[in-house]
């Protein structure tokens, strides 16, 4: 079987959720008998090793890191030099994109997507361009022979905004890549770690509701005796600055705009809980993560969540504040209810293995052909 994976994706993202997700199929895809994946990267400064990783029995088209920073630009340029270089590949058995649209150029059999969230229609107002967005992936679910959903709950988003018939939808859940402590790890993260703290991981968009963490942290009363880590999302803006300081929390907020992988496994050991507050999700790694290293989660309770965790999180409703504040103690304090969600959750984790996903999608691709 000839799999194609295009550039979009790593065209415009180093990093991150998405990229992680094609970069575990290709790496699981290219020592699985009789199948061929092969990636159009082209110009990348991806931090996934994609052309190591595609071997032995793919093969990956990269001619370097990008040429300019903008990642708009490079993908412009990567689209343009593809697709002409595509004509001579010949027809593909499946063609799996990684963002929003499919190349016009590429031939093949059956054409796959993947639907993770649906964030631009839930939340124009962060995205200036959302009504492109939009257009371009009612355009690409048309045209899509079969949507990949990456949880229950994305699948009835998708159906809500798109309508695509349930046939042409499968539910494949991701996979949690393996975390390990280090010395590397101890080390960085003893720069930081002072005193027993609650960690937040990711951006901080408004529909991930760092606000409502920090106005829930204030009114607790934690600040006493921990700190909250805030690791990723970048430094922090203006408006989160002056809401620190008018919460009082300039003492005990401790920011890591960008964290290795060691330091960040590091931090969900020892961290006393990870709070995810967000408003919305398609699937939700983080809680997932810090299950993994034997860490209690304290979750914001919305559909993808509550199907993706299940009992081995603690819940709180996101659009009450008392009961954030009350969930938050209640989870920080309880030390029967925590032993017993670390260990539901060094159970369900096992569920969630990058094998499974890719085996799953290849039994996908395969109902296609």
Request: hydrophobic residues 40%; aromatic residues 14%; proline residues 5%.
């Given at each position: 079987m000839r799999i194609?994976?295009?550039?979009?994706?790593?065209?415009?993202?180093?990093?991150?959720?998405?990229?992680?997700?094609?970069?575990?199929?290709?790496?699981?895809?290219s020592i699985a008998e009789n199948i061929s994946?092969?990636?159009?990267?082209?110009?990348?400064?991806?931090?996934?090793?994609?052309?190591?990783?595609?071997?032995?029995?793919?093969?990956?088209?990269h001619w370097g890191p990008r040429l300019i920073s903008s990642g708009m630009i490079t993908?412009?340029?990567?689209?343009?030099?593809?697709?002409?270089?595509?004509?001579?590949?010949?027809?593909?058995?499946?063609?799996?994109?990684?963002?929003?649209?499919?190349?016009?150029?590429v031939r093949a059999h059956r054409f796959v997507a993947t639907h993770h969230d649906c964030i631009q229609e839930r939340f124009?107002?962060?995205?200036?361009?959302?009504?492109?967005?939009?257009?371009?992936?009612?355009r690409m679910f048309r045209q899509a022979d079969l949507v990949l959903c990456v949880s229950e709950a994305s699948r009835v988003d998708l159906q809500e905004f798109y309508d695509v018939e349930p046939e042409r939808t499968r539910v494949v859940y991701n996979g949690v890549s393996p975390m390990h402590r280090s010395d590397q790890g101890r080390i960085e993260m003893k720069k930081f770690a002072r005193r027993p703290f609650i960690l937040y991981v990711g951006i901080r968009a408004s529909y991930k509701n760092?606000?409502?963490?920090?106005?829930?942290?204030?009114?607790?009363?934690?600040?006493?005796?921990?700190?909250?880590?805030?690791?990723?999302?970048?430094?922090?803006?203006?408006?989160?600055?002056?809401?620190?300081?008018?919460?009082?929390?300039?003492?005990c907020i401790i920011s890591i705009p960008t964290a290795s992988a060691e330091l960040l496994a590091e931090a969900?050991?020892?961290?006393?809980?990870?709070?995810?507050?967000?408003?919305?999700?398609?699937?939700?790694?983080?809680?997932?993560?810090?299950?993994m290293m034997a860490t209690p989660v304290l979750v914001a309770s919305s559909p993808a969540t509550r199907e993706v965790c299940q009992d081995a999180a603690f819940f709180f409703d996101p659009f009450d504040e008392a009961d954030f504040v009350d969930k938050l103690i209640h989870a920080l304090h309880d030390t029967a209810a925590r032993r017993d969600k670390i260990k539901q959750g060094s159970e369900l984790?096992?569920?969630?293995?990058?094998t499974k996903t890719a085996d799953q999608v290849l039994s996908a691709y395969r109902s296609l052909l």
């Open positions: 194609v994976f295009d550039h979009q994706a790593f065209s415009l993202q180093n990093t991150g959720g998405i990229t992680r997700y094609f970069f575990e199929l290709i790496k699981h895809f994946p092969e990636v159009l990267l082209g110009f990348s400064s991806t931090i996934w090793p994609i052309k190591e990783s595609s071997k032995p029995n793919g093969q990956a088209l993908y412009v340029i990567n689209e343009l030099l593809l697709n002409a270089y595509v004509l001579t590949r010949g027809q593909y058995d499946i063609y799996h994109n990684t963002l929003y649209r499919f190349m016009p150029a124009p107002h962060l995205f200036p361009d959302h009504g492109r967005i939009i257009r371009t992936k009612r760092f606000d409502g963490l920090l106005r829930s942290f204030a009114r607790s009363g934690l600040l006493e005796t921990y700190d909250l880590v805030v690791i990723g999302g970048g430094s922090f803006s203006e408006s989160e600055r002056k809401q620190i300081q008018e919460l009082g929390l300039q003492s969900y050991a020892i961290t006393s809980l990870l709070v995810y507050p967000s408003l919305y999700e398609g699937f939700g790694l983080p809680p997932l993560e810090a299950m984790i096992q569920r969630y293995r990058w």
